[in-house]
């Protein structure tokens, strides 16, 4: 039964991810941004979803989850998960424009704040709390899917963070005074990270990719449990979670806006892209994006909550400081190349 429920998940998505490879939604390179050698199959995220789904399903009908499952807030999670996937989809398939991806994404993320079932920072106004929702699946979502452009990082990190979210909230007691979608939802972020090491078996030797059904997808259910997270704790232990992700999106956003270059088109300009066009393998690149997500998953289960907003900012000026090294290193070596 150990061996089902964990290694379940893992053949199921690795199954699935076959199929996906078989229908060929083709990621075609387009001289820019996608740089591999000829098109790749795409929408990887598909089975990686659909595996949470029907988990979620069998983990309710074998009591592996309580029974309440489907109305705690755990269901709306999921939901949010499967619609943004679906979105995403949508884009691999038949393409969409770049502000037509940020409305349907941030409408998605405004109704899960409106619907609010029961995820509530009790010491906020609550047109505070759906206002700030609503902005960090929005960052969820992009932040993933801007990371999304290396074999084996964005979804290799995105388990990770899912395992310490899981960790966090596999914490919650029975008897504590708010419980609500917790001890079901660290299952599925445990069965979501098994999921993805289902597909990294297809994506680390790059023939299949995530796609936007992937990136917003998981993106939105990281989002979703990292509520979850900022209830049962703090929401700066949420943050520490995504930081991984945070750095180099939010310093590579300022930079191109400080020199005048449009943040809304694709790019080749994050940390990590820096260090593909220099000539490093897709593996190596992931591992040092997997370790720093290990770190502060570590900190985030372990430090207190009254210490969290220390530990985020000690470690967003970490992550900054190698940032900025490599961006004035690196990044004017490439410069100065032409790369």
């Not at 379940?8 to 690795?14: D, E, I, N, Q, R």
């Not at 995820?119 to 106004?125: D, N, Q």
């Not at 609500?180 to 078996?201: H, K, M, Q, S």
Request: glycine letters at 12%; hydrophobic letters at 55%; proline letters at 4%.
């Amino acid at each position: 039964m150990t061996f089902i429920r964990f290694m379940g998940p893992v053949l199921l998505s690795a199954a699935l991810c076959g199929m996906m490879f078989l229908i060929r939604i083709d990621d075609a390179p387009d001289g820019g941004r996608k740089t591999q050698a000829a098109p790749v199959p795409s929408s990887g995220g598909v089975a990686i979803l659909i595996t949470l789904g029907l988990s979620a399903w069998l983990a309710g009908e074998a009591g592996l989850i309580s029974q309440y499952w489907i109305r705690n807030g755990t269901q709306t999670v999921l939901a949010l998960a499967l619609a943004a996937g679906a979105i995403g989809f949508v884009d691999d398939k038949w393409g969409m424009n770049a502000w037509l991806k940020l409305v349907l994404t941030g409408t998605l993320a405004i109704t899960f704040a409106v619907l609010d079932p029961g995820l509530r920072l009790a010491s906020l106004p609550l047109p505070l709390v759906m206002a700030g929702v609503a902005f960090w699946l929005m960052v969820t979502m992009n932040g993933v899917n801007f990371m999304d452009g290396s074999n084996g990082l964005a979804m290799g990190s995105s388990a990770i963070m899912l395992l310490g979210a899981a960790g966090i909230l596999g914490q919650v007691q029975p008897s504590d005074d708010w419980v609500g979608p917790a001890p079901d939802l660290a299952f599925l972020c445990i069965t979501g990270a098994l999921a993805i090491l289902g597909f990294l078996a297809w994506n680390l030797p790059g023939k299949l990719y995530a796609g936007d059904s992937g990136a917003f997808g998981i993106g939105a259910f990281f989002g979703g449990a990292g509520i979850i997270v900022g209830v049962v704790s703090t929401i700066w232990t949420a943050a520490i979670l995504f930081l991984p992700f945070l750095v180099d999106v939010v310093l590579t956003v300022l930079w191109r806006a400080k020199n005048g270059q449009s943040v809304m088109t694709a790019h080749r300009d994050h940390a990590y892209q820096l260090f593909l066009r220099s000539g490093w393998k897709h593996i190596p690149v992931a591992v040092l994006w997997w370790v720093f997500s290990w770190a502060c998953a570590l900190v985030a289960m372990n430090v207190p909550d009254g210490l969290a907003v220390f530990a985020f900012f000690g470690l967003t000026i970490v992550g900054s400081a190698l940032w900025f090294l490599q961006r004035l290193t690196l990044g004017r070596r490439l410069s100065a190349e032409g790369l």
